[in-house]
């Protein structure tokens, strides 16, 4: 009932910048929070950043500073402006939005995930 697609992956070097995309649709009628996980090999999946629906945001300590959630609610979408990559920031990416569809039902979905593989 929600598409998540995501967009902006890909190999860079350390010190470089990307910038993730996530664009929902469906039978939507509003999203509250939008945030992006990420989980490198090994590890668990852990918050990067979130963003509500009036604009407050938090991020993971390890990328405040270097890393910036949007959204456009216009589009129901949310971006990710990565600066400074390092290979630590290595992991597949992905979208979660937390919103209503018609008829009010609730929704949380995941994207497909992006992979971003930063080298040293």
């Known amino acids: 009932q929600v598409q998540l697609v995501e967009s902006g992956g890909g190999l860079v070097q350390a010190g470089e910048s990307l910038r993730l995309s996530c664009a929902a649709s469906?039978?939507?009628?509003?999203?509250?929070?939008m945030g992006w996980y990420r989980q490198a090999p090994g590890k668990q999946r852990e918050l990067v950043g979130s963003?509500?629906?009036?604009?407050?945001?938090r991020y993971a300590s390890d990328v405040k500073g270097r890393f910036t959630i949007s959204r456009d609610n216009a589009k129901n979408t949310v971006y990710l402006q990565m600066n400074s990559l390092n290979v630590d920031d290595t992991a597949v990416y992905y979208c979660?939005?937390?919103?209503?569809?018609?008829?009010?039902?609730?929704?949380?979905?995941w994207g497909q995930g992006t992979q971003v593989t930063v080298s040293s």
């Open positions: 979660n939005v937390d919103g209503w569809l018609e008829g009010r039902q609730h929704f949380i979905s």
């Open positions: 963003i509500a629906n009036g604009g407050n945001t």
């Open positions: 469906g039978r939507i009628v509003s999203i509250n929070a």
